[in-house]
């Protein structure tokens, strides 16, 4: 059922729109979130979807649970003897294949070939320092899992196999972490995927008035840095990233914030140091004009109802919508984390929420 009704969702939108100086012709179609049941409480960070159908999720005490049909109905598919890990980033790869990353000791990965029926280790560090943020693919052959640095640089992992194996990229192609510098592991969305091994990782966790972004150009490059001018500290920094490429313009979008903004008393506090956006790959770094406002920890790139391309981000706070990364409308509804396939766009939070979201049209 919809988490609020069509007519105070067009109200909040129009609302917003006004306090934002959008026009009316970008709300013709305005989303809201329309919830369902999983039947779990536990909080989701990880979220997949293969089509509009097939969506998976993962989380705390190592729960994994599927849906055939858009998240109307779940089965659990958690593995076995995983109870006491947080399962925080997802792939899926075809109906039967999938892969979880753990955040935390052991760093493990398992991946199923039968749909969850059973799973397989097939990459694990025992390092204390090893913590999976991120896991992304290029698709079905070749993805990627980032961790936390051990000894001094990020781990990072590849595959070229669909997960079969794991490969640690070289250290010496990764500069060296600043103290206390990591990726998040909000969303499963620290890195933003190019073409032909283009990639980059959002890091923070410094205190700095900078974050930084780890950029590699291609297969088997070494990595370069970009300073992003969004605040880093112990609790602030670059969420998630989104490349997203098209014949008009090429856009990479990081959110962020501090993620304490979600505590009591906070949650009304204007921030304004959560959104960048960048024309040039990551090189130049323009701030929007109507900032998110408030704490987000993951970006997608979609098209709406209307086919025109647009940014969802979210929170727990609150969602935002965006037809040019510059101007952030919100609207009602807080997640952890998003997953887009085929334009649709699904959520997951705390409490084993899961939400779809629907265009309601003017």
Request: glycine fraction near 10%; proline fraction near 5%; charged fraction near 15%.
């Amino acid at each position: 059922m919809r988490g609020f009704s069509i007519s105070c969702a067009l109200a909040s939108l129009l609302i917003a729109a006004s306090c934002y100086g959008q026009t009316l012709e970008h709300l013709s179609a305005v989303p809201s979130w329309e919830t369902g049941p999983t039947g779990s409480t536990i909080s989701f960070r990880g979220i997949a979807a293969l089509n509009t159908k097939t969506v998976w999720l993962s989380g705390a005490k190592g729960t994994v649970l599927k849906s055939a049909d858009g998240g109307s109905t779940w089965k659990d598919v958690s593995p076995q003897g995983f109870a006491e890990i947080d399962f925080r980033c997802i792939c899926l790869l075809s109906q039967q294949v999938a892969i979880i990353a753990s955040a935390g000791s052991p760093a493990v990965l398992l991946r199923t070939t039968n749909a969850g029926k059973s799973w397989t280790q097939v990459y694990r560090n025992d390092s204390s320092q090893a913590f999976f943020d991120s896991m992304r693919f290029w698709d079905a052959e070749k993805g990627i899992a980032l961790s936390d640095p051990v000894d001094g640089r990020l781990l990072i992992v590849e595959t070229a196999n669909s997960g079969r194996s794991w490969e640690q990229i070289a250290p010496e192609l990764l500069p060296k972490s600043g103290s206390g510098e990591a990726a998040f592991a909000a969303s499963n969305r620290s890195i933003a995927l190019g073409e032909d091994g283009q990639l980059w990782i959002g890091t923070g966790g410094t205190d700095s008035t900078k974050c930084r972004v780890y950029y590699r150009g291609g297969w088997g490059q070494s990595f370069e840095l970009q300073t992003v001018p969004l605040t880093s500290s112990p609790t602030q920094g670059i969420f998630a990233l989104e490349y997203h490429e098209s014949k008009q313009t090429n856009l990479l979008v990081a959110v962020g914030g501090d993620y304490r903004q979600n505590e009591p008393g906070l949650e009304n506090q204007f921030m304004a140091n959560t959104c960048l956006f960048s024309r040039d790959a990551g090189h130049s770094w323009l701030s929007p004009s109507k900032p998110p406002g408030v704490y987000q920890s993951s970006v997608v790139a979609t098209k709406a109802s209307s086919g025109k391309p647009v940014y969802i981000s979210t929170g727990p706070i609150r969602s935002h919508i965006a037809y040019d990364a510059n101007h952030w409308i919100p609207f009602p509804g807080g997640f952890h984390a998003l997953a887009t396939q085929e334009n649709a766009v699904f959520a997951c939070g705390s409490n084993g929420r899961f939400a779809r979201l629907v265009w309601n049209e003017d």
